[in-house]
């Protein structure tokens, strides 16, 4: 079964709020985690990854939180914008035997509402 | 320096047919990825191969699905004799491999089966 899932399917925010999308693992495993965007007719695409030997990292406009003592992790987008519309989708980096697979998640939609 | 190429874009099959997905990984990549999403669905891996080798096809069917990665071309997703529940957007992620962690996803291809 998946490994790797989300609390919500659905997420509406206002133009300029922050929003925070959550994703629960179940692999204590798992060493990696990458968060994607992936607009409708496109293929993901990287927003940000952290190490499990990490807590907390920041990018542009973006922070993804590690709490691996209750193996959930977090997107935080500020200032959401109209163009953040879209799913996201976590992923772990799979690696048992050698695989380098990513198991995601089934994903959030993100509505920026103007 | 172009991204991970998909082709077709779009696919029609009807019942019984094959359907031949291509993937060009980005330059300098060695390791392709094939993944796939149902509507409303996060990716589900289904083979990881290196040139001319399956590394790993634990998300393969056991029937009709097959792929390759020659050691000239783009790699190839095979479906033989196509039925309606293979409808779906078939992606190809790539990385350098070498423990990396970096890969780079393509627009997919969208099969539909008449």
């Known amino acids: 079964g998946e490994s790797v899932g989300l609390h919500l399917p659905t997420l509406s925010v206002q133009e300029g709020d922050n929003s925070i999308i959550n994703c629960a693992y179940s692999n204590s495993a798992s060493d990696y985690f990458i968060w994607y965007k992936q607009e409708s007719g496109k293929g993901p695409q990287f927003i940000i990854d952290?190490?499990?030997?990490?807590d907390k990292r920041q990018g542009q406009r973006v922070t993804v939180l590690l709490n691996k003592t209750v193996k959930h992790l977090s997107l935080q987008i500020a200032a959401t914008q109209p163009g953040d519309s879209a799913v996201y989708f976590c992923a772990e980096n799979g690696s048992q035997g050698g695989s380098e697979k990513l198991v995601f998640g089934k994903g959030t939609k993100l509505t920026v509402n103007p | 320096n172009a991204g991970v190429m998909q082709n077709p874009r779009h696919l029609v099959r009807r019942r019984g047919q094959e359907a031949r997905l291509r993937c060009s990984p980005m330059k300098g990549h060695s390791h392709v990825y094939w993944y796939r999403q149902l509507p409303e669905e996060g990716l589900k891996f289904m083979v990881y191969?290196?040139?001319?080798?399956?590394?790993?096809e634990s998300g393969m069917p056991k029937e009709r699905f097959s792929a390759e990665f020659p050691k000239e071309g783009p790699s190839i997703l095979r479906i033989q004799q196509v039925v309606r529940g293979d409808s779906a957007a078939y992606f190809c992620?790539?990385?350098?491999?070498?423990?990396?962690?970096?890969?780079?996803f393509g627009s997919g291809t969208r099969l539909t089966v008449v």
């Open positions: 952290i190490r499990s030997n990490m």
């Open positions: 191969l290196q040139k001319e080798n399956i590394i790993d």
């Open positions: 992620a790539s990385s350098p491999g070498q423990g990396s962690n970096y890969y780079t």
